[in-house]
């Protein structure tokens, strides 16, 4: 995956219902290119469907977690880049002090944590990261 394509994944996590001519103005490309990037990415099955966001509180079942990331050097807007593509990061945010990002994920297994947990450590630049499991909300 290219940096067009993270993009483009990143715009569909916010609003999977935008169009492909939305999509094309908003990324600066013409709807054929956003019609076979998806095409590709669906038939690679790296997009595996469209689904809407829900409440955090809707799904009891869901597992969550938050990984605390460092980065090394001055790569954080690369790291970025390529955590917007992650499908298991549902959030991510820009941090100080320790850490450099924190990104709130989610899945529907321990096997799909791992998962993920796996994909994120091979990105480049990740320097180190800890990852504490979500066990119970008492405020929203």
Known sequence: M???DQQLIAQLRHNARQS?????????????TITNRL???EAEGIITGYTV???PDSQPNE???WMSIAVSGNETRSVIASLLGEPGVARLYDTNGRWDLLAELRAENLKE???ILERIRLIRSIQTTE??????????
């Open 63 to 65: 597992i969550r977690a």
């Open 131 to 140: 990852t504490s499991l979500h066990l119970a909300t008492y405020r929203t």
């Open 20 to 32: 492909v001519a939305t999509l094309a103005h908003k990324l600066k490309v013409s709807r054929g």
């Open 53 to 55: 966001q829900l409440r």
């Open 113 to 115: 944590v791992s998962d």
């Open 39 to 41: 095409a590709r990415l």
């Open 2 to 4: 290219d940096s067009l």
